[in-house]
């Protein structure tokens, strides 16, 4: 059955192309016409010693990939199409893969590891193949079995715990594997190879070990056997042991208060002595720390007892050394490190750690950072001024107002000085902690700033001074700009103070958005995402003139857009970036105008030659929607209401793309809420286009590649629809019922204990009842005994929605809504539905007590429809 | 195994506007959502568009229409029977405008015999005296409306939505429609009915849930607080009553700081319905009005009862209920020489003849033409209020004959005597 393979897989490694595409072409046909014959001859080839190396490492690399993908419905084919395969077939390619790992050849038996782990996540959650891990755990325990085949083996152990879940396995199982992991990482038995994928094998394996770490002795054994490792003298196998002690500090932190002692020595011994690799791993240990106790204080519970014992207070317990062990990491900077992303060294993450302790001590981390920064701001070397100044900066989130407002209130003046450094870096971090200071202690809307009448222009001046530096201090600087902003939104008269500095702002941002000397795009998004806070927040009736003569710039700024020759695919890019910036610009102009009476005129007036932009940044691809043009249309639809029918005929074809782009989901996504507001805008003149946007959507929902997220908008979006068109929806009705109620259906499979899923759920219910409203106000005036028949079955839905305890107070609103629609739009034929649930009278009472005015006003008014119906 | 994939963002901003873009989009069109379907809910929300799109001054003809039913309070059951939905009438201007708000009130037919269970279904208030009228509040300002369209006040309220005052959440869908007459020596509204609370429409709910919800909600507001600088007129609830003798009593007899205009009378089960009703009901007598019987244009009481009907094109004269009920004919000749149309207005007298009725229906009417009608009239009187008013001059329905009818139905089950006030 197997076939000579070799040739092809040889020839599409080739250096020629010609060749390469013909050899490719032969592969694919033999697995079109013979999938299981095919993929037996890969295993075949992958096993046999006496071929070359690298046919064998394609050979499993193609096996591999005909088992999994990453995308998730090329996936499920895959599955499906192995479970097809005959089970002998599936046995001897199984056998083969196996038998690989003892190849002397590392590529192959390294490649089938990665094919074993790959058939053991399909096979495994199924039970088809129990004796994989027996058989593996046999050998790792057979005293003959040479060191490559151990080591093949643990890795195999390792990636096959990295595809499955823990409960895919029987405790016993999850024991000895735990078992063999943990022996092979025995310094006195173990080669250094072996031993290092055992440490990688444990890492992926401490998922399974929850019952293990439950258990003193056998935790105990586990933590003895990393710290030892974490003292080896290979640096690769140190970095894998402080990896797993990474993972543990997560996962099992609740356990680990007898050990901390040994785990400070030896994160504190890597940090300051250790190579970089090893101590970032240290550090980290800390930073994983410092989240699980931030998790623990923001969702502490005072009733609840479990939360507060569980917290350790490890990191308050060790501030006083872990501090200034942290402190000294931040003079280890690298020169231009701040010029190049890529860069993640032990001063970067040591100065991230120090942030996490500051918001996990709060203002206890004061007094042990600010001497630190007085003794070394000033100095002549710059790596100290950086140093202290990054400390001051990393420490503003975490302690109390009344802690830091004095300390920011001297330094202010002291950072605006620092800006005119020598240093290119020391800019780089003040312009950065000036960023922090606005963001967190800048809030007149709260009564407290640290920016006055009296410093705001010194402050402005500085900044606007500033952006003309080197431009990654110039991104900086915007990002100070955008804080300064975004404190005075809803500052009611203390937003006064800046409208006199907007016109100057907003010039500066232009100019730098023109800068062409920034080696990539980011600082003109950066001014571009700030001038579009400045517009957001600045004091409309103050500045409305000046927005309006923004507005008719960033169009032409759009439109030279439009000229640009484009050659390269790259060029195509750069293009699409810069359209999006100033369509996010514009959007945010139009929402901004549209939000009151006076201004709405400017954008009227604009509409026509806003849209013709926005179609031709349309018409600049072939295949896909501008995300931002379509998130800025949603906008001008808002704004413009009915008027909006005109733009239909030409924006249309762009509607439907943004509707089947299911790979780009947030362009879907958008889409889908642009519909809801042309809806809105349009009312029934949106009749034309129904038929069609009703048959993507359906598409849509029903489709199992479009991502998860998308679904509950596209169910809110029926209900803007029929809302829109009456009792034109009709025809819609029974498909889009099933959906709703297969929807429905979906919310009670959702698993409980997942957090996201639980969010997910919530979501989904909260649109199911919006689209019952629309689709049951729509139909009110005309034909509400469309909706008859499915009314027991919302009923139903409700109560499942009632008795959930995991419902939140936004499905609350929608579920007591929809209830009162019910009553509304079918009157007295629904009392005898009402009367067989007796559930409402339980959920009124509920929402009649609710402290959210919205919910309690909404429950009032469904009682009146209910008691409407029932004395009816 | 991967490298740990720990690259934790450095100085950099935990912002993407892009992200809040996406946020605020998503933000805007959910409070769209949540509007538009509240609009939905809210039969009457276009009430809100033609306020604010019918600012012109209204035309004297119209004007005219006020004094009339100032001067005699009520006693029309005039419905305007235009079948607009609201859709429509959001759509209309002006003269239309008026018109369909003047269709917007409830209407209670005259008390000409008193109701079954009257002690058990009803509720009893004392009517106050004045300007009946529909008041409006949203977008931070209030107005109210005579019956006939026409303004009568432009003002700042502490109702809901009903001055521009900063601390005035919710979005611009919330406002509140009342139903209200104007007293004018205190300078008050006083509230008869809650037509509309915070954009949620009572309208089709019982009375009892909306004396419930006034009195509760009306009170969280100010609204009844005395006078300020962002609230011009006070609001007062009125006191509402059980039908029971008690109720009944303190009705009629009790200290109110208003001018009492007779006894309005709500069914508890009934819906707020527009126009003429037969579960609202009006009645009165010298105690407790000082126009029991109509007086004419100059302000005298006539010596014979008129009333006014409307000609159909058979000749028949009916009244302005529906169905009509006829009152008499004109023959052919009549109607040619006295050169009368059909559809119009014809005030006769009623003679020594009176009214005869067979088994509690009207047989036959002693009418004396006097002529037509000022022509700004647009209906015709209800049945129940020609027979109010001839039963005030004959053999009127006396404020004892109610309080035995509640008294005989009062001994079984009712236990709730007291005085009390519903809510």
Known sequence: ?????????????????????????????????????????????????????????????????????????????????????????????????????????????????????????????????????????????????????????????????????????????????????????????????????????????????????????????????????????????????????????????????????????????????????????????????????????????????????????????????????????????????????????????????????????????????????????????????????????????????????????????????????????????????????FELLHCPANGFSVISPDNLQQVLSVLLESIKDAPNVAEKVCGAIYYVAQGYEDAGSSSSLVSPYITTIIAELLRTADRTDGGDSKLRFSAYETLNEVVRCCNISETSQIIAELLPAIMSRLDQTLQLHIISSDDREKQGDLQASLCGVLQVIIQKFSSTDDTKSIILQAADQIMVLFLRVFACRSSTVHEEAMLAIGSLAYATGPEFAKYMPDFYQYLQMGLQNSEEYQVCSITVGVVGDICRALDNKVLPYCDGIMSLLLNDLSSSHLHRSVKPPILSCFGDIALAIGEHFEKYVPSTLQMMQDAAKACAQLDSNDEEMVDYGNQLRRSIFEAYSGILQGFKNAKPEVMLPYAQHLLQFIEVVFRDRQRDESVTKAAVAVLGDLADALGPNTKILFKDFAFFPEFLGECLQSEDEQIKETAGWTQGMIGRVMVS | MAPHDVRRPFKRPAISDQQRRRDLSLLRQAQNRRDAQHQARCLASSVLSLQTQTPEPVPELEIELVEEPESKPEEESESLKKDLDVCQASKLKGAEARKWFASQLMLPEWMIDVPDRLTHDWYVLARPAGKRCIVVSSNGTTVSRLRNGSVLHHFPSALPCGARTRDQSGSSQSYCILDCIFHESDQTYYVIDMVCWRGYSLYDCTAEFRFFWLNSKLAETGASDSPSRYHKFRFSPVAVFNCDPSGLYAAYTGVVSYVKDGLLFYNKHAHYQTGSTPLALVWKDEHCSQYVIDTDGKGDIPSQQQVVLELQDDGKLSTSDDPPVVFGCLDRDFIQRSELHFGSFLKFAIGDGGLSFVDGKLEKADLHYLGKTNRARIFADSYSKVIFQYMVRHVPLKFDDLLASVSSSNDQENKTSDVEMVG
């Open chain 1, 1 to 437: 059955m197997a076939m000579e393979i070799t040739q092809f897989l040889l020839a599409a490694q080739s250096a020629d192309a010609n060749i390469r595409n013909k050899a490719e072409n032969n592969l694919r046909q033999l697995q079109q016409q013979n999938l299981p014959g095919f993929l037996l001859s890969l295993s075949f080839e992958l096993a046999n010693n006496g071929k070359p190396t690298e046919s064998r490492t394609l050979a499993g690399i193609v096996l591999k990939n005909s088992l999994d993908a990453k995308d998730v419905s090329t996936k499920e084919a895959l599955v499906k199409q192995w479970m097809a395969i005959d089970i002998s077939c599936k046995s001897q390619i199984k056998d083969l893969v196996l038998r690989t790992l003892s190849s002397p050849v590392p590529e192959a038996s390294h490649t089938s590891a990665q094919v074993i782990a790959k058939i053991a996540s399909i096979e495994i959650p199924q039970k088809l193949w129990p004796e994989l891990i027996q058989s593996l755990l046999t050998t790792m325990t057979q005293q003959d079995s040479p060191a490559s085949l151990k080591q093949a083996t643990l890795e195999t152990l390792g990636y096959v715990c990295e595809e499955i879940s823990h409960e895919d396995l029987v405790q016993e199982e999850v024991n000895a594997v735990l078992t063999a992991v943990v022996q092979g990482m025995n310094l006195a038995e173990h080669s250094a190879e072996v031993r290092l994928a055992a440490t990688k094998a444990l890492y992926n394996a401490l998922d399974f070990a929850h019952n293990n770490f439950q258990n003193e002795m056998e935790r105990t054994y586990i933590m003895k056997m990393v710290c030892e490792t974490a003292r080896s003298k290979e640096t690769d196998i140190r970095q894998a042991a402080f990896e797993c002690l990474v993972s543990i500090a997560s996962t099992y932190y609740d356990v680990l208060e007898p050990y901390m002692q040994t785990l400070f020595e030896l994160t504190s011994n890597a940090v300051k002595r250790d190579e970089e690799a090893v101590a970032l791993q240290a550090i980290e240990f800390w930073s994983s720390i410092c989240d699980e106790e931030i998790e623990l204080q923001e969702f502490e519970n005072p009733e609840s007892e479990d939360s507060s014992s569980s917290h350790s207070h490890f990191i308050e317990k060790a501030r006083s050394s872990l501090v200034p062990m942290l402190l000294e990491t931040l003079l280890k900077q690298e020169e231009d490190q701040d010029q190049d992303d890529s860069i993640w060294n032990i001063s970067m993450a040591g100065g991230t750690c120090l942030g996490l302790v500051a918001r996990t001590v709060g203002d206890e981390i004061v007094p042990l950072v600010m001497p630190f920064v007085e003794a070394n701001i000033m100095n002549p070397d710059w790596r100290c001024r950086e140093a202290a100044t990054y400390a001051f900066g990393s420490i503003l989130e975490g302690p109390t107002i009344e802690k830091l407002a004095p300390l920011v209130q001297t330094g202010l003046e002291f950072l605006l000085n620092a800006m005119r450094d020598e240093n290119n870096q020391v800019k780089d971090t003040t312009a950065w902690t000036l960023s922090r200071i």
